[in-house]
């Protein structure tokens, strides 16, 4: 079953390539996609292997993405903003894109609110994960499945 | 030619919670793309942002290649005094804008 698979796969890669070489003269290697395991080094840089608990954090990203050049996305931290107790960054990682960091956000006590907007790309469907960093050293995270229809960051320019 | 979009209110109480709304015009591109001929266009991303109030550093982001162009970022602060908010912009092949914007706190 596992060999069969692989030849399926392997047949269909040489004909999307031949495909490609008929269009264009040039066959463009995509490069490489983070992997869960790149993912996972991004995050032990930020959190230095200390725990990440699940919760506080609100990742907003629309659930079905029509185009992956330019995704709203909104992170939101619940936890009051005082002096002794906020906090300090936000930091957004995902799996597919080539590379696993996708911005770092630096607040303080100042901020009144821990929330931040941008606009991302993603390259693939994947996995995007938010994780906050507390003033008492504490990390919290959210993880949000995206589904990408148009994908972004290594298309052709013609 | 860069150009900065910034948005902060004009006036707001001591104590308020403002949101304040930057977008600095540029192409973001990643370096992972290819012309049809097959050659990589190079990087040229902007990787960093700065804002200031009244010369203090209130709030900074690192950005990397899944930021969209033109990059739009949102963040909070609270209103302390009247003054001005610096805004700065870094990045690659010596990349450098910088933008303010001033608000009156009564």
Redesign the interface.
């Known amino acids: 079953m596992r060999k069969q698979d692989s030849t399926r796969r392997q047949f269909l890669g040489l004909a999307g390539g031949v495909a490609v070489l008929g269009a264009?003269?040039?066959v463009?290697v995509r490069?490489v996609e983070a992997t869960p395991a790149e993912l996972a080094s991004a995050i032990r840089n930020v959190t230095g292997g200390a725990a990440v608990k699940t919760g506080k954090v609100k990742l907003d990203v629309p659930p079905l993405v029509e185009n992956g050049?330019?995704?709203p996305m909104t992170v939101s931290v619940s936890h009051p903003m005082a002096p002794e107790d906020h906090v300090k960054s936000i930091h957004v990682f995902?799996e597919k894109?080539?590379?696993p960091?996708?911005?770092?956000?630096?607040?303080?006590p100042?901020?009144?609110?821990?929330?931040?907007?941008?606009?991302?790309?993603?390259a693939d469907s994947q996995k995007i994960v938010a994780i906050a960093r507390l003033s008492d050293g504490s990390f919290w995270s959210a993880t949000v499945e995206v589904i990408v229809t148009l994908a972004?960051?290594?298309?052709?320019?013609? | 030619m860069p150009s900065a979009l910034i948005n902060v209110p004009a006036k707001a109480k001591r104590g308020d919670i403002i949101e304040i709304k930057t977008l600095m015009s540029h192409i973001m591109e990643t370096g992972f793309r290819h012309t049809a001929t097959g050659e990589v266009i190079p990087r040229d991303l902007i990787t960093g942002f700065t804002c200031r109030y009244n010369g203090t550093e209130i709030f900074r982001a690192d950005l990397f290649p899944a930021i969209a162009a033109n990059p739009f970022i949102t963040f909070f602060t609270t209103a302390t005094a009247s003054g001005k908010f610096e805004f700065e912009w870094i990045g690659d092949n010596g990349f450098s804008e910088i933008a303010s914007a001033s608000i009156s706190v009564e």
Do not use: D, K, M, W
């Not at chain 1, 100042?110 to 993603?122: E, F």
């Not at chain 1, 972004?152 to 013609?158: F, G, K, N, R, S």
């Open positions: 264009v003269p040039i463009t490069p050049n330019t995704v995902n894109n080539p590379q960091n996708i911005a770092n956000f630096y607040l303080g100042h901020s009144g609110r821990a929330q931040v907007s941008t606009r991302i790309r993603l972004a960051c290594t298309e052709e320019v013609i």
